[in-house]
């Protein structure tokens, strides 16, 4: 796992200093600080900051082919790289060292750009062949591995950072204004658009290239629903699915370095602990973190039941509210863009405990998505069969609901009568939104100014888009397939990556290997979902495994009290930063209205969701947009400073 940067002059007479590709490297070096590599050739740079994990002392990078012609900057693991380098020394390669990286450099020379199509793992690299001049970028099927890119009229920039990105001062940080309005919508952000116009994020199953100043995209990998095993008998996929998930937890084993496992005390990450305990030789570690009070679900207890299971060295901690709140600036700092996600402050800290004892984590995310995890699922393929049944009655019927709704006060009862009667598209936006949020329910809150500025495609208009090519499928695999496109990889698998990446830590998904996605994508829909029993084959193909306490639990996963916090011990300081000069001068939202949001979140603990949006808006601004160049580069003005601050944790072992 590493940081990966790189610049390429649209003059080919420019030339690339190597203080320019070390200042890019800079603002991401705790991503790889076990050693440093630049890479000039004319006009083209890259830059590769590494964390050891595989053939630590023979895989420096960037790193070259035989004739030093192509070279690679890479971030990620191959788990296929032994095969592959098998095939292509029978070819003729000659290789250096053990890491899967050179494995990646051959498979282009012999493959080209379809050399992703023959990698499993996860990935974002960037070749550059010096014989055409050209470069080659890909990122993997999923989104595990950020890409984001810049394109000005001087030069290509790339990196797996945005930070990396805007610490040339030639890149500009003007806010794409749209881009906030769908956050709004979201609670993060959808597709390849940050909030700055400049910089993109490369969307997952694609590669990139840039020759002769020409940018060209293309997609490589979607998922795809079939019917290839709706006729088998449950029992035989759930034998099927215990085979494969064996096989992929033991190619994620794959390191040369401690390794542990990230304990949520839920279904998805117990059986991955079950199965990297059998397939390691030695005694597994894993982590969990918790949170004191009354009002909090306590992950720890399950989560201690399943290591004692399988016998781990185990390692608990728990945060406070002060804890989360001076972790807020280095939160937005790390995550980037604004995104509503509490539990990612949670990741930061328990990836913290790990780095003291392993390098490398594996973690159950991706079993919901793969698997039809959330309640929502069953609930809206409940309210499909009612909607069935009123027929043209539905809409009406919706609308009742929906103002009994906010006559008692029940966002529950709002939500179902906001979908009764309408299309997927207008009501799904992901997971983490709320048809019926404060957001999306009254434009009071926001500027005229900020309206008619971000109004360009609505949410349900991107929904639908999204939505056009499975619009024909089973409703759950629908909302699959949309969760697995945007709230997956535009928010989980930032906050898996940042977070992890933040303590030099290495988080691995082995529910996210693409071809366990493409097994579940496989299944018909009670195989995932039946009544309201979610994760079906999930949970039978480990049965005999898990804790009775694990498998029966209702889900969490790491349930950060930040509501509470919210409009407790915090509400004073939250009040005070989004009720400054300095937030309601920025011209989005109108003051009073933030004021009575805020009283009404203090009053009834709803609406957290909205106010933490409005906060970590307000604090990225602060860190990404008032904040000087400069201050993203090294030398006086002291990048450290911009650095989170040690945050005592209390942890026990």
Avoid at 101 to 108: A, R, S
Avoid at 218 to 230: G, K, N, V
């Amino acid at each position: 796992m590493c940081g990966i940067a790189g610049k390429i002059c649209s003059d080919p007479t420019a030339r690339i200093g190597r203080s320019e590709i070390e200042a890019m490297l800079a603002p991401i070096a705790y991503r790889g600080p076990d050693s440093r590599g630049v890479f000039l050739d004319r006009q083209a740079g890259l830059g590769h900051c590494r964390l050891a994990i595989v053939d630590v002392d023979g895989g420096p990078q960037p790193m070259p082919n035989e004739d030093r012609r192509v070279w690679i900057v890479f971030n990620g693991e191959i788990y296929n790289h032994a095969e592959l380098r098998e095939e292509l020394a029978a070819r003729g390669h000659g290789f250096r060292s053990r890491s899967d990286t050179e494995v990646i450099v051959h498979l282009y020379e012999e493959y080209g750009d379809d050399c992703v199509r023959h990698l499993t793992g996860m990935f974002a690299f960037a070749i550059w062949d010096m014989g055409r001049q050209r470069l080659f970028a890909a990122r993997d099927r999923v989104g595990i591995k950020p890409f984001y890119y810049c394109r000005t009229p001087q030069a290509f920039y790339f990196a797996s950072e945005l930070k990396a990105i805007i610490a040339d001062p030639a890149v500009s940080r003007e806010i794409d204004v749209p881009a906030l309005g769908q956050f709004f919508s979201f609670y993060f952000l959808p597709g390849s658009e940050t909030l700055f116009k400049s910089v993109h994020r490369l969307a997952p199953g694609h590669t990139l290239s840039v020759e002769r100043g020409e940018v060209s995209i293309r997609r490589y990998w979607d998922l795809r629903f079939t019917r290839e095993r709706w006729g088998r008998p449950f029992e035989s996929t759930v034998e099927e699915l215990q085979g494969l998930l064996d096989a992929t937890v033991r190619s994620h084993l794959m390191a040369d370095v401690p390794l542990g496992v990230l304990l949520s005390g839920g279904v998805d990450s117990s059986a991955i602990l079950s199965l990297a305990a059998r397939g390691s030789a030695g005694r597994m570690s894993t982590f969990t973190v918790g949170f004191d009070g009354e009002e909090v679900v306590d992950e720890r207890p399950y989560a201690r039941a399943a290591a004692r299971q399988f016998g781990t060295d185990h390692h608990e901690l728990s945060i406070t509210a002060e804890d989360f709140w001076n972790f807020l600036p280095a939160y937005v700092w790390h995550m980037e863009e604004p995104v509503c996600e509490p539990p990612a402050v949670a990741l930061y800290f328990v990836s913290r405990l790990a780095r003291s004892s392993v390098k490398v984590l594996l973690s159950g995310e991706g079993g919901d998505e793969a698997f039809g995890g959330y309640p929502n699922y069953p609930n809206l393929m409940r309210l499909e069969r009612i909607q069935a049944g009123l027929g043209p009655l539905a809409r009406p019927a919706g609308a009742i609901v929906q103002r009994a709704g906010g006559l008692f006060g029940s966002e529950r009862l709002r939500r179902y009568g906001a979908a009764l009667g309408r299309k997927l598209a207008d009501h799904y936006y992901s997971r983490s939104s709320s048809p019926s949020g404060y957001f999306n329910r009254t434009a009071a809150l926001f500027t005229r100014e900020f309206v008619e500025s971000a109004a360009s495609i609505s949410a349900q208009a991107r929904m639908a888009e999204l939505l056009e090519p499975v619009r024909d499928l089973p409703l759950l695999d629908q909302m699959l397939y949309a969760d697995t496109a945007t709230w997956l990889p535009d928010d989980l698998l930032i906050k898996a990556d940042k977070m992890t990446m933040a303590n030099s830590v290495e988080l691995r998904v082995p529910l996210l290997d693409h071809r366990v996605l493409e097994f579940a994508a496989s299944l018909p829909a009670d195989h995932k979902v039946r009544g309201r029993e979610t994760k079906r084959v999930l949970k039978a193909a480990f049965a005999k495994l898990l804790p009775p306490k694990v498998l029966s639990r209702k889900k969490a996963g790491f349930p950060v009290p930040y509501q509470a916090w919210l409009r407790g011990p915090l509400a004073k300081r939250v009040g005070d930063t989004l009720l400054s000069d300095r937030a309601t001068g920025r011209g989005y939202f109108n003051r009073r209205q933030v004021e009575r949001l805020l009283q009404r979140q203090r009053r009834t603990g709803g609406f957290s969701k909205e106010v933490f949006s409005l906060l970590v808006t307000e604090l990225w601004h602060q860190r990404f947009v008032d904040l000087p160049p400069d201050r993203f580069r090294p030398g006086t003005a002291a990048l450290e400073s911009l650095l989170p601050p040690a945050v005592p944790v209390a942890a026990s072992a």
